[in-house]
């Protein structure tokens, strides 16, 4: 089954209904349902929307209002999140399970407001619930407002490349049997570009997705790394590829000969075709610096200038050069040579002083377990300030807007309990647990210092970190244990990138900066599925402001029901 680009949107677009000053209002329907599709020559029941996989691309302008009607078909509750959307005051429809609402049950809908009002690019929607998301996401195209251009050359076509992944297992019964244990999740069977493993698997001769180009033009990729638990390098074999954004922000536009992007990161990249018209390989492989598990496998695409064989069968190609998989610089200096653009139309709105100083440790950990139900007496955790996040059953934003009590609580530590070396893996891997939380005031000025850490588990790694909620500016990272005296003034304050998820060092720091004027909860977390569901989770709660402009919004009519 091919599930090349005609498959990709097959969403039912019920028409633009409304045009107001911000822009125009846009219905659609996703449909989850169950289906059958073929990869690695065996068939799979999987959970799809709109019967695809990867899902339906939502196309919009800066501006825009979008309404999302959710209709479960599945057999199991399910939320979807809006990746990177700032969702301004308005929590009740950003997703995340048990976090800002409780899953849409089997056989009912949800409808969902999707609030463009400050995003420009490439962003991308997926399920937030459990491992869904493996099979349950799809892209979000924001063109620039009406009237106005891409601070750039207008590119002669655009494509959207989405780095996902296979499964020959239930990804639900992977999870739920892993955290049953308190081992490692099985890894993935293979990586997809827009759906398909590529042609270095036999059964995907014939369906490896290929994009056209002409000779002499400029087109614009729009990549999304939509993986469950890896980074991945991505490249084109002989062709250059230049940065011109990251998770919807504009940067300063910098050339390179492959990508270092992470789970939940988006990428805008020009390419130049540039090259004797031919085949030529798209690749995206994995980047691994822990000691955890995981897929090593490489997935392709095949760029095809206009004119050359369409046949299935081609002659062996070179792949394009990447540094090892576990080359922990690679990330590091990738993420040193974002720099956000600073035009006037797109401007750098840093903190230059903060009022909210926080300082978390990222870590692997394991808690006591049962040996009657685990496979040894400890079962591995995740913590952010040694607090491992117990996920409640009752969302925290439907307890904390109607005051409900025994949900949450409000101490998440603003630095960890002890400064110890936090590199050294000496230091002990036990963890506490909680469902404790970070409060803020309307804005603040708020400075969060991510601290990677090592410890007797040597579970050291690369831990790529999101905010839902807010975009927020880079401002510096380093190896080592961060020192609050001399570290601070390396800081860029100047042009640093704004992004929704950013990659932190093996055994590093780094620092990020933004301003709390968005009421609401929001969650933050580890993008690597398996270190969220073992707690590498917290809350940030944005209190209101004091005039109308500045309060959460009051939620729907409306929100699905919770079980207790």
């Not at 074999?237 to 390179?256: E, M, Q, R, W």
Request: charged content about 15%; some cysteine; glycine content about 8%.
């Amino acid at each position: 089954m091919n599930l090349g680009k005609e498959m990709s949107v097959i969403l039912v677009i019920l028409g633009v209904l409304l045009c107001k000053a911000q822009g125009a209002v846009h219905h659609h329907d996703f449909v989850l349902q169950e289906k059958n599709f073929t990869k690695l020559c065996s068939t799979k029941s999987i959970l799809t929307v709109n019967g695809s996989f990867p899902g339906p691309t939502i196309t919009a302008h800066k501006g825009d209002i979008v309404f999302v009607t959710v209709h479960n078909h599945g057999t199991y509750g399910v939320t979807i999140h809006w990746h990177g959307v700032r969702q301004p005051n308005d929590p009740w429809s950003d997703g995340p399970e048990n976090i800002t609402q409780c899953p849409i049950p089997p056989g009912t809908n949800f409808t969902q407001r999707i609030n463009l009002a400050y995003e420009e690019g490439t962003l991308w929607w997926h399920a937030h619930s459990d491992w869904t998301r493996a099979t349950v996401h799809g892209a979000i195209v924001i063109h620039p407002p009406h009237g106005s251009s891409y601070p750039f050359t207008e590119p002669y076509g655009q494509e959207t490349l989405i780095i996902g992944e296979w499964y020959k297992g239930d990804v639900m019964t992977i999870i739920d049997d892993a955290l049953a244990t308190g081992g490692e999740p099985n890894t993935s069977d293979a990586f997809t570009i827009n759906g398909q493993p590529g042609d270095l698997y036999a059964c995907s001769n014939g369906t490896t997705h290929r994009f056209s180009v002409v000779q002499g033009k400029t087109y614009l990729l729009r990549i999304i790394n939509a993986a469950m638990n890896e980074a991945h390098y991505f490249g084109i074999t002989n062709h250059s590829l230049t940065v011109v954004g990251i998770d919807a922000a504009y940067v300063k536009p910098f050339t390179t000969p492959y990508l270092v992007i992470t789970p939940g990161q988006t990428m805008d990249v020009l390419l130049q075709a540039n090259q004797t018209p031919g085949l030529y390989y798209i690749v995206a492989s994995s980047f691994q610096d822990g000691s955890s598990p995981y897929d090593n496998t490489t997935t392709t695409a095949i760029l095809q200038y206009s004119g050359s064989s369409n046949a299935s069968q081609h002659p062996p190609m070179a792949f394009p050069d990447f540094p090892e998989h576990n080359d922990s610089t690679a990330p590091f200096n990738f993420t040193n040579r974002l720099r956000g653009l600073g035009s006037e139309s797109h401007p750098i709105e840093v903190p230059k002083t903060v009022n909210r100083m926080i300082y978390m440790t990222v870590a692997v950990n394991v808690l006591a377990c049962n040996a009657s139900t685990c496979d040894s007496t400890t079962k591995l955790a995740a913590s952010l300030n040694n607090v491992s996040f117990q996920t409640p059953s009752i969302d925290i934003l439907d307890a904390y807007y109607w005051n409900k009590t025994g949900v949450f609580t409000k101490d998440f530590p603003k630095e960890p309990p002890n400064y110890i070396n936090f590199t050294d893996p000496d230091n002990n891997a036990f963890t506490t647990t909680g469902t404790r939380v970070i409060m803020l005031n309307y804005n603040d000025s708020v400075e969060v210092v991510w601290q990677g850490t090592n410890n007797s588990l040597n579970t050291a790694e690369n831990h790529p970190m999101h905010l839902h909620g807010f975009s927020y500016y880079v401002v510096g990272q380093g190896w080592g244990v961060f020192n609050n005296k001399t570290d601070p003034e390396s800081y860029n304050l100047v042009d640093p990138p704004e992004v929704n998820t950013v990659s932190l060092p093996m055994n590093g720091w780094l620092a990020m900066r933004f301003v709390a004027n968005n009421p609401g909860v929001w969650f933050m977390h580890c993008h690597f599925e398996r270190h969220s569901s073992w707690g590498m989770d917290t809350v940030l709660i944005v209190k209101d402001g004091k005039t109308n402009e500045t309060r959460m919004l009051p939620p729907p009519k409306y929100m699905p029901p919770c079980s207790k």
